[in-house]
């Protein structure tokens, strides 16, 4: 069996046709899916979802950076009051992203911290954000770390350096996605230090799909053409890839 360790399967782009998305997924041994949450707009239709198939889908809880503004503590307020009353699987995504909003820097890291807290509080995995800021965000993450927190770098792609960094902390897996097979990305040498059991699989759907489906919209079930990707890299079998990332993400999922 694959999993998606991080779709946005319940945004409006699926909404059309989210029956045949969901039997694209079962077709292709994609059998957990794990859904990151955006902002406080997102929480009822991801929930939706998950009602639908509780098997297939595990909702997660936080708000994304490009999201954070002035009234991001009454969002997370909000946020506070599902988790009373639902389990959510991972605290996430949160993160910084400084590729937009670099006035909102110090939000953003306000943001992170509530977060950390929150995943250090319930005991889930942190499912982090990065788009150019992996020295920003590697610092407040090494100050916050203790033996309770862990989780996941989402869509890593950052370099020998920083994936050392992450390496070190111990207690964070690396997730791989589309950007694998994108011919100008070095994450296929960045790999060659990083052991296979660190690594989870995601989509990030609908965004950044693999070849050869780029240009178009990402679903959950194009997972095995990104582990395509990683036989070359370990030279190991499809099989062994799908049985090692997948036990590495229930372990951190906890399920
Ligand atoms: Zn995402």
């Known amino acids: 069996m694959w999993i998606d360790t991080h779709s946005h399967l319940y945004l409006e782009a699926f909404s059309s046709d989210i029956d045949a998305v ?38 997660m809880m936080g708000l994304h950076p490009c999201d954070v503004n002035e009234n991001f503590e009454q969002e997370l307020m909000q946020m506070e009051v599902w988790m009373q009353s639902n389990t959510f699987f991972g605290i996430g995504e949160t993160g910084l992203d400084l590729y937009w909003e670099k006035k909102h820097l110090d939000l953003q890291i306000q943001s992170l911290i509530r977060h950390i807290k929150w995943a250090k509080q319930f005991q889930k995995p942190l499912i982090l954000h990065a788009r150019e800021s992996f020295p920003e965000l590697l610092e407040v993450i090494e100050s916050e770390m203790d033996e309770t927190l862990f989780g996941i770098f989402h869509c890593f792609t950052g370099d020998n350096e920083i994936a050392e960094r992450i390496l070190d902390l111990n ?10 097979s994108y011919p100008k ?15 989870v699989l995601e989509t990030d759907s609908p965004f950044l799909p693999p070849t050869p489906h780029r240009g ?5 079930a194009y997972i095995p053409i990104i582990a395509e990707h990683l036989v070359d890299v370990y030279q190991l079998p499809l ?9 590495t993400a229930k372990n951190i999922f906890k399920i």
């Open 185 to 199: 990305s070095d994450l296929k040498k960045t790999l060659k230090i990083i052991p296979i059991e660190k690594i």
């Open 216 to 220: 178009k919209r990402n679903e959950s």
């Open 22 to 59: 969901i039997q694209r997924c079962l077709d292709n041994r994609v059998n957990h899916i794990f859904l990151p949450n955006i902002d406080n707009k997102s929480i009822a239709p991801m929930m939706a979802l998950q009602e639908k198939n509780p098997q297939l889908f595990f909702p």
């Open 239 to 247: 099989q062994t890839i799908a049985e090692i990332t997948s036990s």
């Open 171 to 180: 207690q964070f897996v690396f997730g791989i996605g589309g950007v694998i």
